[in-house]
């Protein structure tokens, strides 16, 4: 019986696809679970695998092309077997997340870590972004002269400017750059969560003098240390835990509870943003959580994050610190009701019993969902997040696990 491929929906934000590349060519044979494409989604690139055997009777995408989750893109068949009517309706219900690959003709899962370098079969088209191979056509670059800095060398369209344009990282003035598919996400992502979301803020300065004696005594210690960021979380979780009330979304007619604490950690990527979370952390140590977080940022940057590991956040940490930003807010991205900016730690001067003194200082803002939470709430919130950090004993007790 005839399979057809589709362009699969692996998040609930992913309206569309782009197919980068074929592994299988027309009349080839291909084996249930092989990979047959790779695709691009808003936050990662993965590889297309064929869930039925046989030949791949019919192309219907080219590389490099844009389309919508749910579009037929190849149909498997037997040799002999009549395809018309698996080509009679282009598009159907993707599969999502949770059906698994029986869903459709194809499942999709993110690739390992990148490797060092591509191998380029002679004659074989260049491992490339679509925007690059855009860009490359335009300005009469051929790609094949190129190295890739893309995961598994690929070429992203920064090589190709850098071709044009040695000296700078920008496109030519007066150039219209297309949208990737994670900045697509981003723009949709960003107009539900601020136009409907009655957003209101608290912002305070936390003293971060013992918080960062922590992490000294694990340099010295020759561990691998945490950073800041993961102390960070490791006190958000702290803080829900006495106050769970802010591990809550809105769903139009309930607050909902979470028991577990996901926390979601932004990080920039070349296309946007996008936000691996670490699971469960009120269970798990400093250690364990910056062990997780470290893996899973280099992954996020990587572009290799399966769907499970950047969706469903509870809380959210956004930190711009490293970047010399004192203040700035957070948008919420649903269903978090709560999210916390941090800034930078500054060296200022501090009244301390009526002497001025030097102190490490960091601000850090909450943005909060106003139906779900109130000015009170996470004010209580916020006050015991500060105390964590000030008092740092806790970020290093052991966790007692149920």
């Not at 006190?235 to 926390?263: K, M």
Request: proline share 6%; charged share 25%; net charge negative.
């Amino acid at each position: 019986m005839a399979s057809r491929v589709v362009m699969p929906k692996l998040t609930d934000t992913m309206e569309e696809g782009v197919l980068l590349a074929w592994k299988k060519r027309e009349g080839e044979q291909v084996h249930a679970g092989e990979v047959i494409a790779e695709i691009e989604t808003d936050k990662a690139v993965m590889d297309l695998e064929a869930f039925a055997p046989g030949l791949l009777r019919k192309i219907l995408v080219r590389e490099g092309e844009t389309v919508a989750s749910g579009t037929l893109i190849a149909v498997i068949a037997d040799a002999d077997e009549d395809i018309a009517s698996a080509l009679s309706d282009g598009v159907v219900a993707a599969p999502s997340i949770g059906n698994g690959p029986k869903a459709g003709a194809a499942a999709v899962k993110s690739e390992g870590p990148a490797r060092a370098q591509t191998v380029r079969p002679e004659g074989g088209r260049p491992f490339a972004s679509p925007r690059a191979k855009a860009l490359a056509a335009e300005r009469s670059i051929d790609l094949a002269t190129l190295t890739g800095t893309g995961p598994g060398g690929r070429i992203l369209e920064e090589d190709v400017v850098a071709a044009l344009a040695p000296a700078t990282s920008l496109l030519p003035v007066g150039t219209d750059q297309p949208l990737s598919q994670m900045r697509k996400a981003i723009a949709r992502a960003t107009v539900q969560s601020k136009a409907p979301v009655p957003h209101f803020y608290l912002t305070v300065e936390i003293d971060m003098e013992q918080a960062e004696q922590v992490r000294d005594e694990f340099k010295q210690s020759r561990q691998p240390h945490p950073s800041l960021t993961d102390v960070l979380i490791k006190a958000a979780a702290l803080a829900i835990l006495r106050h769970p009330e802010v591990n809550v979304s809105f769903t139009g007619d309930a607050i909902r509870r979470y028991a577990q604490i996901d926390i979601g950690v932004a990080v920039g990527t070349e296309d946007g943003l996008i936000t691996p979370v670490i699971r469960n952390c009120g269970e798990k140590t400093l250690a364990e959580i910056s062990t997780e977080s470290r893996l899973l940022i280099e992954r996020a940057r990587q572009k290799r994050l399966q769907p499970d590991e950047y969706t469903g956040a509870t809380f959210a940490i956004s930190n711009l610190g490293m970047f010399d930003v004192d203040h700035f807010i957070a948008l919420l991205m649903p269903p978090q009701a709560a999210a916390i900016a941090v800034g930078a730690i500054r060296d200022v001067p501090v009244v301390a019993k009526g002497s001025v003194v030097a102190g490490r200082r960091m601000k850090v803002t909450l943005s909060c969902d106003h139906r779900a939470l109130d000015g009170l709430t996470g004010a209580q919130f916020l006050k015991e997040f500060k105390r964590v950090l000030e008092h740092p004993q806790e970020l290093v007790a052991p966790v007692v696990k149920p």
